[in-house]
């Protein structure tokens, strides 16, 4: 079993920042994506970045050069930094395990990000 938890969600006004951090813990697979995915009500949950275990990196088209995804490989930790952002930001964010041996999602319990003035 893998365990996710996030943290650094919180409240910002447009044009700020935050970040996103998630650590992986218990029975992690040598092979494995982590990413972050965001929902808000009534729609469905959208990947937000990825990275694959070699370092390489997928973002969404909204990031548009906004975020910048990142992985610690030694500490199984992935962070999103989120720049520049907009009320259409506001989600739940939600910090992703895919594992690339068994093809398994795990999921942290996830985080508000409110962008409002």
């Known amino acids: 079993q893998v365990q996710v938890a996030e943290s650094g969600g919180g409240l910002v006004q447009p044009g700020g920042s935050l970040r996103l951090s998630c650590a992986a813990s218990g029975r992690i697979p040598s092979h494995f994506d982590m990413g972050w995915y965001r929902q808000v009500p009534g729609r469905q949950r959208e990947m937000v970045a990825v990275v694959l275990p070699g370092g390489r990196a997928n973002y969404a088209d909204f990031v548009e050069g906004r975020f910048t995804v990142s992985r610690d490989n030694a500490q199984n930790m992935v962070h999103l930094q989120m720049n520049s952002l907009k009320p259409e930001d506001t989600a739940v964010y939600y910090c992703?395990?895919?594992?690339?041996?068994?093809?398994?999602?795990?999921w942290g319990q996830g985080t508000q990000v409110t962008v409002s003035s």
């Open positions: 992703n395990v895919y594992t690339l041996t068994d093809y398994r999602d795990y």
